[in-house]
């Protein structure tokens, strides 16, 4: 019997879903249709979670092409698990361009994605200790104290600045994610910088 042709050369693309996009989208049009900026959890978390989406599917499309099928998930997998989210912002750029480029972390659009992912962190590992004693009453004779927080954690994602986090997200994952899952490469833009 005739053994059929193994087929080599084969090249796995990476389909960026747009389900993550759109619900960022979504969740930026509702808060800007909110003229108080009331509830920006949503649009922090989904913000975050279509970068991280898109970091990832970016990692495993890099190790999918770099590395043969036996490698690519032992390394895809070390690079999603040991890297945080901010270590994978910064660092992207150089892994797929082979230390040719680098995320100008100074730059405007790197800036606010930093920002955002800070609140989110903060946000979803809120450990802030009490700051105040609040309305000391006198029950039954025990005295009942109530104690709040700082959270200005969400404020820091102003009025002032909610575009230009949503546009920084956006700019990262275009220019960075789906550049790369499109043509294998990246090029100098407003986030990545060539390596001296």
């Known amino acids: 019997m005739e053994q059929p042709p193994i087929i080599t050369g084969i090249r796995l693309r990476v389909s960026h879903d747009d389900t993550y996009e759109k619900s960022f989208d979504t969740a930026y049009t509702a808060l800007k249709a909110n003229e108080n900026y009331e509830n920006k959890?949503?649009?922090?978390?989904?913000?975050?979670?279509?970068?991280?989406?898109?970091?990832?599917?970016?990692?495993?499309?890099?190790?999918?092409?770099?590395?043969?099928?036996?490698?690519?998930?032992?390394?895809?997998?070390?690079?999603?698990?040991?890297?945080?989210?901010?270590?994978?912002?910064?660092?992207?750029p150089s892994i797929l361009s082979h230390n040719q480029f680098i995320a100008d972390t100074q730059s405007d659009p790197v800036q606010p994605v930093s920002l955002l992912v800070g609140v989110r962190n903060k946000v979803t590992h809120h450990a802030d200790f009490y700051q105040t004693i609040d309305n000391v009453q006198n029950v039954e004779g025990a005295s009942l104290f109530a104690v709040s927080t700082a959270d200005e954690n969400l404020n820091k994602i102003s009025q002032a600045n909610i575009d230009r986090v949503y546009n920084a997200v956006k700019t990262y994952v275009n220019e960075v994610c789906k550049k790369y899952s499109a043509t294998e490469t990246i090029v100098e833009g407003n986030i990545i910088k060539r390596t001296k």
């Open 41 to 92: 959890i949503p649009f922090v978390f989904l913000g975050i979670a279509y970068l991280e989406y898109c970091l990832n599917l970016t990692i495993i499309d890099f190790f999918n092409n770099e590395f043969t099928e036996q490698y690519s998930e032992t390394f895809a997998r070390y690079y999603l698990r040991s890297l945080p989210l901010k270590a994978k912002v910064d660092l992207l």
